[in-house]
């Protein structure tokens, strides 16, 4: 999976852990829109808390609306391998491709020490 585009939201608590909230559009099909969230780490970097597959739309969301999921965890989705097992591999490069994009490192940077 190809990180085309990433972009700071602002931050939120992902189980009682602050994270800042980075939007991902990516060149995988099942997964073009994601929500990565990312929390701080011991070596002072960040670490991919959790990645959420992002299928709200403006139309069913600009209201609390319990009718769908438009929020799913797919970390485990995107990441596992058949034995079901992580492949770190693949999920320490999309979270490089993602803090690596221009800017998003920065400003996670900004809202973390601001937050």
Partial sequence: MIVTEAHVKGASDRDGLHCAEVEVQTSDAPNPDL????????????????VV??????DA???????????ADVTDELF????????WGERESFKEQVLSYPGVRADIRRLMDWS
Avoid: C, E, I
């Avoid at 929500?35 to 959790?50: K, P, Q």
């Avoid at 597959?53 to 403006?58: E, T, V």
């Avoid at 600009?62 to 929020?71: C, F, I, M, P, T």
């Fill in 61 to 71: 969301d600009w209201y609390d609306n319990s009718l769908h999921q438009a929020y």
């Fill in 80 to 87: 596992d391998t058949p034995t079901m097992k992580t492949d």
């Fill in 35 to 50: 929500l990565a969230y990312f929390g701080r780490s011991r070596d002072n970097d960040y670490d991919m808390v959790t």
């Fill in 53 to 58: 597959r992002n299928d709200a739309r403006p």
